[in-house]
Nanobody, 126 residues
Framework: QVQLGESGGGLVQAGASLRLSCAASGGTFRSYDMAWFRQAPGKEREFVAAIRKYGGGIYYADSVKGRFTISRDNSKSILTLQMDSLKPEDTGNYYC???????????????????WGQGTQVTVSS
């Protein structure tokens, strides 16, 4: 079973950039579909971006499309989320998640992912 650990969060001003990383251990990283979700206080966890096992499919939430970029390095077992032009509404706890298999219709659903990291906090001030 793969284990996940996020890093890279912080407090930034609107318009700034952050780069989140998710390090995987204890499993075969390349065999997992990976995703980023976020959760703001008082709100449900929401999908941000996903990438398939070999990078063959990449998906984004409409709210981050054109500003965020998801990528993976299977040789280093690292998932990355590059976040540019950050907005206050991007504030939240960001989680990486892993699934051994997803289908396109449910890849944005948190229930499709069995393994989660502990999260890293991103705060964007206006």
């Amino acid at each position: 079973q793969v284990q996940l650990g996020e890093s890279g969060g912080g407090l930034v001003q609107a318009g700034a950039s952050l780069r989140l990383s998710c390090a995987a251990s204890g499993g075969t990283f390349r065999s997992y579909d990976m995703a980023w979700f976020r959760q703001a206080p008082g709100k449900e966890r929401e999908f941000v971006a996903a990438i398939r096992k070999y990078g063959g499919g990449i998906y984004y939430a409409d709210s981050v499309k054109g500003r965020f970029t998801i990528s993976r390095d299977n040789s280093k077992s690292i998932l990355t989320l590059q976040m540019d032009s950050l907005k206050p509404e991007d504030t939240g706890n960001y989680y990486c998640a892993a699934s051994s298999s997803t289908i396109t219709s449910t890849i944005r659903n948190s229930g499709s992912y069995a393994t989660w990291g502990q999260g890293t906090q991103v705060t964007v001030s206006s």
